[in-house]
């Protein structure tokens, strides 16, 4: 499919079947697609959509061929010499974002949606590309308005006509309004971060304790190879999958152990290194052989496996697992998710997914307390109500308030070609 946008689009078309009238707006009709010289370069189907609605707010049409490489290159190739440009990675989304079909945070979700790993990151991205999100931040930001308004209020009155109970009543709106769900917002961003950008745990131990078996059960299938001679991991293995709706990659490592092979020494470095990098790291112990239970330093979670094998009495901080029989497997997914900010909201669309976004909240919320500690100096409620609108303009740079043109380059340099 080839998408045209631009006030161009219809004479375009046109010009691509000559004679032929412009179909109704969202129709699809089938044309004739002519080259320089006349001659049928595809057939397809053509949908318009007049503008201001379509997806850009501009003319747009689409033309959907038979999809051969060839023939799609010539196509464009005549759209170019028609006087058509090659659109730029995001330019469809970011000329809806100018020209008011969509505000950035809508934008975003576009990209979103398109990246997502897991169903629940897709789900989670249709919410925000719908506008819940942004909508959330616009009534903030019109909160904010109202405080701002009445805070400068208070400049135009002498201190003492200005009582006491007004700025009170003032800052606790403050606080309760907007200071209370942009921290809640705020407490989401672990979560909401992970579930686009994914995360790494490291599984390491002794040799032989299971690490390469509960990999695979977690994953599974048969990922690893699975054998009773320690050394059989010598390099990093890893392994995708979802946990909670969050995408996670597993690194299965080489055993923890002293060894005069070479290879296995490099083996033991790279899982070192891999604990180092990793979002958490996942201890596991054999229950069958104590002296492997020491637990190493960087280790977030602590697991004890081979509870099939043996009666497993006491082991404080570990979670008792058979990767075998899956038993503790449940309580461990759950351990892991929690640790990578996995929790339950009650207003998932305020999500907060983008690194952009929570960096803008957390510079609002320094912003807003800032004019909470001057608002009761006369001397200083000026310098209060400029920290109030500096608030305003950081919440406005998520929906693309503000220095638009820097804005919009910083986020759609990270979009595809096509949206």
């Known amino acids: 499919m080839v998408r045209v946008s631009g006030p161009r689009a219809n004479s375009i078309v046109q010009a691509l079947s000559p004679g032929k009238e412009l179909p109704p707006p969202r129709q699809a009709v089938l044309r004739n697609w002519l080259d320089d010289s006349g001659e049928v370069l595809d057939q397809g189907l053509l949908i318009r959509f007049p503008a201001p609605d379509s ?117 606790q709106a403050v606080r309760a309004g907007l200071l209370e769900p942009l921290n809640a917002m705020l407490a989401t961003a672990h979560l909401g971060e992970r579930l686009f950008e994914g995360a790494t745990i490291a599984f390491i131990g002794a040799p032989n304790v ?33 946990l909670h709706g969050i995408p996670v990659r597993i690194v299965d490592t080489a055993g923890l152990r002293a060894s005069r092979d070479m290879i296995e020494q490099e083996g033991v470095r790279r899982a070192e290194t891999a604990a180092e990098h990793a979002d958490l790291v996942v201890f596991v112990a054999d229950a069958i052989r104590p002296e492997t239970w020491e637990a190493h330093e960087k280790a977030d979670v602590l697991v004890m496996n081979k509870s099939d094998l043996t009666e497993v009495r006491a082991a404080p901080g570990f979670i008792v697992i058979s990767a075998s029989t899956g038993d503790g497997l449940d309580q461990l997914r759950d351990r892991l998710a929690r640790l990578l900010g996995d929790a339950s909201f009650s207003d998932e669309s305020a999500i907060v997914t983008r690194e952009r976004h929570r960096q ?60």
Not at 103 to 113: G, P, W
Not at 365 to 378: F, V
């Open 55 to 171: 997806y850009t707010g501009e003319d747009v049409a689409e033309l959907h061929g038979h999809g051969s490489p060839v023939l799609m290159r010539a196509l464009l190739q005549r759209i170019f010499r028609l006087g058509a440009q090659a659109a730029s990675p995001g330019e469809f989304t970011r000329r809806a974002v100018e020209n008011g079909k969509m505000d950035l945070s809508q934008a975003e979700a576009v990209a979103a949606a398109i990246d997502a790993a897991t169903l629940r990151a897709a789900k989670l991205a249709q919410r925000q590309l719908h506008g819940d999100f942004g909508r959330r931040i616009s009534e903030l930001m019109s909160l904010l308005t109202g405080h701002v308004a009445h805070l400068e209020a208070c400049l135009d009155f002498p201190e003492d006509e200005v009582p006491p109970l007004f700025l009170e009543e003032l800052a």
């Open 210 to 242: 299971g690490k390469s078996s509960l990999l695979n059960a977690l994953a599974g299938y048969e990922r690893a190879i699975v054998s009773d001679m320690p050394g059989t991991t010598r390099d990093l293995l890893e392994v995708d999958f979802e």
């Open 360 to 419: 803008s909240i957390e510079t609002a919320i320094n912003q807003l307390q800032a004019g909470l500690s001057m608002m009761n100096s006369e001397s200083e409620m000026d310098l209060a109500a400029t920290e109030w609108r500096a608030a305003w303009t950081s919440l406005g740079e998520i929906l693309g308030i503000g220095d638009v043109e820097h804005i919009l380059d910083r986020v759609f340099s990270e979009f595809c070609i096509g949206k």
